[in-house]
Structures are given as C-alpha cells and as structure tokens.
C-alpha cells in the first residue's frame, strides 16, 4: 500500500491492484443515563482521553444492531442493565490530534433507564459515578460534552 492523493484526500492505494482503502469513521454506540438531577459517567482507563469522564459508549461490532452494542457496552463497563427509551443525538467526533491513525467516529446516542444490575467499575474504565450539573469532572469527547450541554438545557 502507499499512500496516494484519491478523490480529494491522501489515501492508502494498493499499487498493483489498485484497491483504495477508505478509512471510514467507526460509529460508536453511546448511553445516557439520568436519574433526577444527577447523570451517569464513567473515568476511562485507556487513551485516548485516560484519566477523564464519559458516557458509558463503546465501538459497534460488524454486524451488531447499535441500540444493542449501546446496552452491552453500558453493562461491561458499568455492571448495570439498562433499557434504550430513546434516541438523544448523533454525533460526529473528529479525529483526535495525536490519534489520527484511529480516524474520526459518528456517536449514536441513546438515552435509557436501568433495570438491574448493580454499579461497579468494569471492563475499560476506573471508575463510574453519578454526577450533579455543578460537580462535573474534566469531561472527554465531543459527543459527551454535547449530550451534557443538551441535558442542562432541559433543566
């Protein structure tokens, strides 16, 4: 593969066959979650972003429905089992500086309420916990600032 300028954008090209890859946005499947006044975020573990907060949310599988991937990806990073009542937003999060061989990803954001399971940090992320609008930690993603930025509006 070597990289070639292909409709309007450097791409990687295949010399002798001459596939084009095309590095298409990966669509995430994110949840939000409020009960009264509070939201649910959970502290990644793993870059990018390490070390702040986001929406449980998670990369859709090939072949897996996004409302589902949104449900699993809640339950292993938050132990909780949740149900999708709605769709809140979708969004596009552009490549992040210093990650750009990751691309950009469209997040499908569903707002859901839980129905079981009980909250404890797993999977990917140190921690997860409630957070009211006047304590918000130092948040990651532009989907989660505009879920967040959406949810006071309504307040």
Known sequence: MKDQFVF??????????????????????????????????VKRSLPPEQGKWALPAGYV????DPAQAAIRETEEETGLKV???????????????????LGATIAIIYEARVIGGKLCA???VDDVDWFTHDNLPEIAFASTTKAIYHWLAEE
């Open 122 to 124: 797993q999977d990917d």
């Open 8 to 41: 309007g954008q450097v791409r990687r090209v295949c010399p002798s066959c001459g596939y084009i890859h095309f590095r298409d946005p990966k669509v995430a499947a994110v949840i939000f979650i409020r009960e009264d006044d509070h939201v649910l975020l």
């Open 61 to 64: 599988n090939a072949g897996e």
């Open 83 to 101: 149900e999708i009542v709605g769709l809140r937003d979708v969004v596009f999060n552009p490549p992040r500086p210093g990650y750009l061989f």
